[in-house]
T-cell receptor, first 115, second 112 residues
Framework: ETGVTQTPRHLVMGMTNKKSLKCEQHLGHNAMYWYKQSAKKPLELMFVYNFKEQTENNSVPSRFSPECPNSSHLFLHLHTLQPEDSALYLC??????????????FGPGTRLTVT | DQQVKQNSPSLSVQEGRISILNCDYTNSMFDYFLWYKKYPAEGPTFLISISSIKDKNEDGRFTVFLNKSAKHLSLHIVPSQPGDSAVYFCAASGQDDYKLSFGAGTTVTVRA
């Protein structure tokens, strides 16, 4: 399988649930990203990992907890979410954290609904 | 504060005609600009980019124009085809910065 894959594609969870989103890239990249896309809004960067080390936490609430066990896998652990957290969560990867021109490759996203 | 703006949420164009998508930015430190295309149920895919040292970049039917003084870029698709129907995102990154700032997207519908 090539590219960036994400599972599950759709997730419905209650506010007291704990769930995890998974991302896997098969491109040999070293950097991975989590984005949130709410309806009709720009993609918001949440977290960045480079060589498994977190380099960016864009003021994300602690109910979102990322994990990067290796350069190919990225997880987003979710707990006690709020309805306003319902969104499309996109994972992306890039070769490195190249300044001015980092081309990122995106997965298909997980559509999350919090009830 | 949204630094990249796509003020037209949607665009409808007839097949064979030109599609022009616009993007404005506020951060003068941006020096690299990209367009991504997104189909439903798929992630965004890279389409074309331009560096601030250029004012035009062409790739087949797609051309991106950059006007730095106006902080404006546009994407031209000619001729438009039904397969071009998608959401198009403008993105920008700054000097010494790997992060991308995205616009909210423009939904293009190409009518047969």
């Amino acid at each position: 399988e090539t590219g960036v894959t994400q599972t599950p594609r759709h997730l419905v969870m209650g506010m007291t649930n704990k769930k995890s989103l998974k991302c896997e890239q098969h491109l040999g990249h070293n950097a991975m990203y989590w984005y949130k896309q709410s309806a009709k809004k720009p993609l918001e960067l949440m977290f960045v990992y480079n060589f498994k080390e977190q380099t960016e936490n864009n003021s994300v609430p602690s109910r979102f907890s990322p994990e990067c066990p290796n350069s190919s896998h990225l997880f987003l652990h979710l707990h006690t979410l709020q309805p306003e957290d319902s969104a499309l969560y996109l994972c992306a990867s890039s070769q490195d954290l190249v300044v001015s021109g980092s081309r990122q490759y995106f997965g298909p996203g997980t559509r999350l609904t919090v009830t | 504060d949204q630094q990249v703006k796509q003020n037209s949420p949607s665009l409808s164009v007839q097949e064979g005609r030109i599609s022009i998508l616009n993007c404005d930015y506020t951060n003068s430190m941006f020096d690299y600009f990209l367009w991504y295309k997104k189909y439903p149920a798929e992630g965004p895919t890279f389409l074309i980019s331009i560096s601030s040292i250029k004012d035009k970049n062409e790739d087949g039917r797609f051309t991106v124009f950059l006007n730095k003084s106006a902080k404006h870029l546009s994407l031209h698709i000619v001729p438009s085809q039904p397969g071009d129907s998608a959401v198009y995102f403008c993105a920008a990154s700054g000097q010494d910065d790997y992060k991308l700032s995205f616009g909210a997207g423009t939904t293009v519908t190409v009518r047969a």
